[in-house]
């Protein structure tokens, strides 16, 4: 019933870097592996360790058909090592802080092994192995999707998705709930509301009965399930990351795009306002929240997209591309190719040192130090 949207390839990638596809499993469509993270090799298979799918998977190099699909081997898989001389595969995983031991030539299961204990609030955990989990029917069907494929650590993808209403860059998680309302359309204020999502892009079942829910932007729907509970602790846990610190060198044009930033002709500061560089959640004089046409919004886009809530700007080097589309491939466009009718901010004034200037400052902005990044 999927389109090829989210789908594990494996290529083999020779010494002199020609590239061979192995492509897809095509009788695996059905429940294909999910979020493959280390592979093992003999000379005539390859094993897959699946963390978002809990299984492992053996290859046949020649055929390219399975050999076998070990099941619910335990919570993330995220390595293998293979014991040639035993016929063992030895699978590490993360959220179940195991050691499964597997027969290489059936996939059976001979032993577990606890060895550690994970430090974090077991909330927070639950939520982060939910968060990149494809197995649970209340998130996603038949093994296809987990929130980590496009949020990997809830970071971004770099990609840009068209869920029907235009192509949107995939945003960072990291900060995000500091900032609700949430997305582009500044429709939800809680992970918890994340409901027609769901359904309709990941065809998962979700935790909880649209009529037993709350209005997305009225009461609160946390409380109503431990798990959804769970998946918002985790994401409210992402912090944007720190910047490194600045090089000697660049202090001097940090300093200067910082008047920038803050000059009244240029008024960035009037939409970011410190400390998350954003005036998201702030209402206008109806009480509806407050979003803004930038000069970037497309005609014939979604009713909902011809206004926007404003990103923070923290930890934005990591997001780019840039803009609601993912269109600006450089900080510098934004304000330069991207703004030629200075609907986003005043710069058509700004010459091309100011812009580099500019880009610096908002590249270093710090999160400050009460904000640690996971
Ligand atoms: C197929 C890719 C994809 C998957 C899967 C996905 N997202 Fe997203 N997500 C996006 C894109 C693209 C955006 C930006 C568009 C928008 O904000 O509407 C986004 C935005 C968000 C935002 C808004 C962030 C902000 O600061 O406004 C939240 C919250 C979010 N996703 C949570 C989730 C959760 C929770 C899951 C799993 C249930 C999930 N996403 C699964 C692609 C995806
Ligand atoms: C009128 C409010 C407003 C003003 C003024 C404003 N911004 Fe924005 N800014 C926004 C909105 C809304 C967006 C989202 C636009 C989009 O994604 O298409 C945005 C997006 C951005 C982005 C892209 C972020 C990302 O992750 O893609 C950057 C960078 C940015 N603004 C910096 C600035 C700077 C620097 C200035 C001053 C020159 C400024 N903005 C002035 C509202 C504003």
């Known amino acids: 019933m999927f389109d090829r949207s989210v789908f594990p390839v494996v290529a083999a990638v020779g010494p002199t870097a020609e590239q061979v596809s192995l492509g897809f499993f ?3 469509w059905v429940v294909p592996p999910h979020r493959p993270r280390e592979v093992a090799v ?8 699946n963390a978002g799918s809990d299984d492992v998977l053996a290859v046949d190099l020649v055929t390219r058909f399975p050999k076998w699909h070990a099941r619910a081997v335990g919570q993330e898989p995220d390595g293998i090592v293979l014991d040639t001389s035993r016929g063992l595969l030895y699978v590490l995983t993360l959220t179940g802080q195991e050691i499964v031991t597997l027969s290489a030539s059936t996939g059976e299961i001979q032993s577990r092994l606890r060895f550690a204990h994970d430090p974090t609030p077991s909330q927070i955990a639950r939520g982060r192995y939910l968060f990149g989990n494809a197995t649970d029917p209340r998130l996603t069907k038949d093994q296809w999707m987990s929130c980590a494929i496009c949020h ?6 770099g ?15 990291r900060g995000a709930l500091a900032c609700a309302p949430l997305h582009y359309t500044a429709h939800l204020d809680e992970i918890q509301d994340t409901y027609d999502f769901t359904r309709r892009t990941m065809a998962g079942r979700w935790f909880v009965q649209k009529d037993e829910m709350n209005d997305y932007l009225g009461a609160s729907n946390a409380g109503y399930n431990r798990d959804l509970d769970a998946l918002g602790a985790y994401i409210e846990s992402l912090t944007p990351k720190r910047p490194p610190s600045p090089p000697s060198e660049a202090l001097a044009a940090i300093e200067e795009g910082r008047k920038i930033f803050f000059s009244e002709k240029a008024g960035c500061a009037a939409c970011h306002p410190p400390p998350l560089y954003t005036d998201s959640g702030q209402e206008d004089v109806r009480g509806n929240f407050i979003r803004h046409d930038v000069g970037t919004c497309r005609e014939g886009e979604d009713e909902a997209l011809q206004l926007l809530d404003t990103p923070s700007l923290l930890g934005l080097r990591q997001s780019e591309p840039y803009l609601h589309d993912g269109r600006a491939s450089t900080l510098e466009s934004v304000f330069t190719y991207h703004n030629r009718e200075d609907l986003h901010g005043h710069t058509s ?4 040192n100011d812009i580099y200037c500019l880009s610096e400052f908002i590249c270093y902005l710090d999160p400050g130090p009460a904000q640690t990044s996971q």
């Open 26 to 28: 095509p009788d695996l």
């Open 42 to 49: 003999d000379t005539d298979t390859l094993y897959l360790a």
């Open 152 to 157: 990997p650590d809830g970071d971004v993808d």
């Open 159 to 173: 990609r840009q998705w068209n869920f029907g209403d235009g192509p949107l860059d995939t945003h960072t998680l």
């Open 349 to 352: 004034h700004l010459s091309e």
